[in-house]
C-alpha cells in the first residue's frame, strides 16, 4: 500500500487556504499516477482549486472494436483534522492498526478514488482494459466546490456510464450502489446587538445579548424547520423494500455513539437520513466560552445547513431558510446572512443497464447483490450526471465505522485488495454497454 500512503500523506484540506499547495500536489499527484498507467493528463485551473482531467484509452486488443466510455471520479480534497489530541495518531502519518489503515482521507475519498485508478491502471498494464476510460478528480468536494459540475455540463465527450467510488457501505461486507444524493444549502450568520462587548453586571438584562438572540433565531427556526419541506419526492416501493433489509436504525445510531433526535428517530433513520429534509447548527460562536469572563457579547456567529431531499431546489429553500431566519429576529438585532453554498440533490434510476451490469460485477467478487440505497450526503456531481442522463454507478468500500470527517478517519485494509478487484470486474463488465 506504499502508492495509496503516499497520496495520503499529502495534506490536502480544501477548507484551509494554508493548504492551497498541498491540494495542488494532490492533484499532481493523480495526474502522474495517470500518467504512469499510460494515460494522458491535464490539470485545469478554477477560481478556487484545480481539477484534473485524464485518459486512459482501452488495450490494444479492442482497437478494432467500439467500446464504450467509462468516466472515473473522485475527489483528492479531505476535511480539516479538527482537534489533534483525539487522533490515536497523526492524521497524515499513514498507519496500519488491527486491520485498519488510519489517516485522513483513508476513506473520503483519497482510498476509495485509489480503487479506481489502480484498477484502470493494472487492466491497462496487463493489456486487458476493454473500455476507454476517462477520469475527473476535483479538489473542492469538502467545499462544495462546482468546478466539476461545470466540467459536466459543459463536456462535449460525455460518456456511457460513471462510476465513483465515494461512500459508506450501509454495514461491513454488505456491496451497495446509491440511487440518490441529498443537496445542500449552507449559511453563514452573523448578529450584531451593539459597538463593543459589555460588562455584563452593569448592562446585563438591559442589553441586547447577541448570543442570546442568535440562540433564539435558531431555536425558532429548527421549531419550524418542517416548512422547508419543500417539494421532496417520496423513495419509491422498491427502494424501501431494499431498505427494511439493512441493520435497524436504532442500532446504526447507537454504534456511532448517537442519541435519537425523537421517538420516531430510530423507526425512520432512512427515510430521515436518505430522503428528507433536515436544518442543522454546525457551530456556534461569541462571547467567551472557555475562561471566566463576565461578558455580554455584542457578536455572535453560527453556520447552519439545510440537506435536500430529491425534488427539491436549492434555490427555493434558501430563500425560504432566509425569510424564517429574517422573521426570527427580535428588533434592535442586526442579522446578517451570507449563502456559502446551494448543491441540488440527485436521483438516478434503478433500471439503467449500467447499473445491471456492475451490480452483477460486485456480486461475482462480493458474493452478495448489492444493496440499493440512497446516501445523506452531498456530492456535487452526482445531480450533474443525472441531468446529462449519464448513469451514476456510485458505491464505496467505506464502512459506518469509519470514522468519516471525524478523528481516526480509517478503512479496512482487506478493502483495498478487494475493492480493486471489484472496480476490475466492473470496469469489465461495461464493456457490454
Not at 53 to 58: D, Q, R, Y
Not at 124 to 129: H, K, N, S
Not at 279 to 294: C, H, M, S, V, Y
Not at 387 to 395: A, K, S
Amino acid at each position: 500500500m506504499s502508492e495509496l500512503d503516499e497520496f495520503l500523506r499529502i495534506p490536502s484540506v480544501s477548507a484551509d487556504p494554508a493548504h492551497a499547495a498541498d491540494v495542488q500536489n494532490a492533484v499532481e499527484w493523480v495526474a502522474r499516477f495517470v500518467r504512469g498507467a499510460g494515460g494522458e493528463a491535464e490539470i485545469r485551473k478554477t477560481p478556487r482549486h484545480p481539477l484534473m482531467v485524464g485518459a486512459i484509452a482501452a488495450s490494444r486488443r479492442f482497437a478494432n472494436q467500439r467500446v464504450p466510455t467509462v468516466l472515473l471520479y473522485g475527489h483528492v480534497d479531505v476535511q480539516p483534522v479538527g482537534d489533534l489530541e483525539l487522533w490515536d495518531s497523526p492524521p497524515f502519518e499513514p498507519q496500519v492498526r488491527d486491520g485498519w489503515l488510519y489517516a485522513r482521507g483513508a476513506a473520503d475519498d483519497k482510498g476509495n478514488l485509489y480503487l479506481l485508478l489502480k484498477a484502470a491502471a493494472l487492466l491497462a498494464q496487463r493489456g486487458t482494459l476493454p473500455v476507454n476510460v476517462r477520469i475527473v478528480c476535483d479538489a473542492e468536494e469538502e467545499i462544495v466546490g462546482d468546478s466539476v459540475v461545470e466540467f459536466v455540463r459543459n463536456d462535449p465527450e460525455g460518456a456511457d456510464a460513471c462510476v465513483i467510488f465515494d461512500g459508506p457501505m450501509p454495514e461491513r461486507d454488505v456491496p451497495y450502489f446509491v440511487l440518490g444524493t441529498r443537496g445542500v444549502v449552507y449559511h453563514h450568520l452573523t448578529v450584531q446587538t451593539g459597538h463593543r462587548d459589555l460588562h455584563s453586571g452593569v448592562f446585563g438584562g438591559a442589553a441586547l445579548n447577541a448570543l442570546t438572540v442568535l440562540t433564539r433565531i435558531l431555536t425558532e427556526v429548527s421549531d419550524r424547520a418542517d416548512t422547508l419541506r419543500l417539494g421532496t419526492d417520496s423513495p419509491s416501493k422498491l427502494e424501501l423494500e431494499e431498505w427494511v433489509k439493512l441493520t435497524p436504525g436504532g442500532d446504526v445510531l447507537s454504534a456511532q455513539g448517537a442519541r435519537p433526535a425523537d421517538p420516531r428517530a430510530a423507526a425512520e433513520f432512512y427515510e430521515r437520513t436518505w430522503a428528507a429534509t433536515a436544518f442543522d447548527i454546525n457551530g456556534i460562536r461569541g462571547g467567551e466560552p472557555d475562561l471566566q469572563k463576565t461578558v455580554l457579547p455584542v457578536q455572535a456567529t453560527a453556520n447552519v445547513s439545510v440537506r435536500l431531499a430529491p425534488g427539491q431546489d436549492p434555490q427555493v429553500v434558501a430563500e425560504a431558510l432566509e425569510r424564517l431566519l429574517g422573521e426570527a429576529t427580535p428588533p434592535g438585532a442586526e442579522l446578517n446572512v451570507e449563502r456559502w453554498a446551494a448543491t441540488p440533490p440527485g436521483l438516478v434510476s434503478a433500471d439503467s443497464q449500467a447499473l445491471k451490469l456492475a451490480c452483477e460485477a460486485f456480486a461475482r467478487v462480493l458474493g452478495r447483490a448489492p444493496v440499493l440505497v440512497r446516501t445523506g450526503g452531498t456530492l456535487p456531481i452526482f445531480p450533474a450526471l443525472a441531468e446529462r442522463g449519464i448513469p451514476v454507478l456510485m458505491t464505496g468500500f467505506d464502512v459506518p465505522e469509519g470514522n468519516v470527517h471525524a478523528p481516526n478517519e480509517r478503512l479496512l485494509c482487506e478493502y483495498v485488495e478487494l475493492g480493486v478487484a471489484a472496480a476490475s470486474e466492473t470496469l469489465t463488465a461495461l464493456a457490454a454497454l
